[in-house]
């Protein structure tokens, strides 16, 4: 019901605290399972501050305009590409709704078909709903990545796009983005990758000397990229990333804004008035944290989910589904069922309903939380 006489600020505030008391909280310990994390406190307080910007209307906010093309220009250079065309955006979801739109505009032809492996995220469910672009799954390998050779085969004249993925959302997974990036070079068709995860990890594990193939714009096949800030950015929600090789594919999307204060504006987003806060945060976790200091992040990460595995792989009734590439370990048990009921009863942010336990390892995760976490496991299985 819609409040007919408005209250004090405290009792709202009062209200609303006991409302949202049982969310789980990044600080608790015990979100385990999640891909975001609790905000780096200088993102919070530029968010607080520059909380009315507004992206939608750039003729408004012209220097937040300029610092979100900084930020697109940051974000491409550690991809690969001098210059690349893109936006902070809502998400990994609406950045790859862009992508599928961008190449369907392109492509031109009457019955789109765009060429996914089977471990891609749900949001191109959502990009073929909205798009009328026909999904085709390829198969994993035992690996879990995708099956390159059945990607090719599954190649038609009506084929707007391969994805790639660099870090699957259930298990880390980096496919071959080169083999892809061949392929789509052979053939003349773009490829886009889907790194809303593995973005903000993969270039800093490979300078700290982990083994993974290439998956950015160095590779001649890539034409554009999802990279997520709101993930192991640590920028606060919302604060997705797209990133195109080429300013054709930015202008295939954009829509004409004429009456703006700008003037004739183009939006290419989905979203009309957008936060501007959040590019800023973007741009000031890139300043402040640097290479180095998300090199710093991910090597913690990265030796914590080692360390984890290794502890999960001691104990009787628990199995990895496959050694961590990234930051995250999935693992099954007999019962996963019972299981995770009784985890979740304890207070722990997992799910399991892939068929297995994920845990990402989040700058919030630390050492102690794992351990309290594998005392609860070892009691819950049989
Ligand atoms: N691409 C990949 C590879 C993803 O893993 C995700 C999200 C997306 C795209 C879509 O990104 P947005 O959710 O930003 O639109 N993957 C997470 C997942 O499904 C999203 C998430 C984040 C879920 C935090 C739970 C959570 O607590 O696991």
Redesign the pocket.
Known sequence: MFPEKGVDENEVLAELEKKIEKDLTFDSGKILG???TYPHPLARRIIREYIDRNLGDPGLHVGSRKVEEETVEMLSSLLGLEKGYGHIVS????A?ILAVRAFRNTARVEKPELILPESA?F?FLKASDLLGVKLVWAGLKEDYSVDVDDVEDKITDNTIGIVG?A???GLGVVDDIPALSDLAVDYGIPLHV?A??GGFVIPFAKALGYDLPDFDFRLKGVQSI?I?P?KMGMVPIPA?GIIFREKKFLESISIPAPYLAGGKVWQATITGTRPGANALAVWAMIKHLGFEGYKRVVKEAMELSRWFAGELKRIPGVYLIREPVLNIVSFGTENLETAEEELKRRGWGISAHRGYIRIVMMPHVRREHLEAFLGDLMEVIP
């Open positions: 999640s891909m975001c998400g990994g979801t609406e790859n995220h949001s993925i870090g699957t959302t889907d809303a995860f999802t997520d709101h997705g």
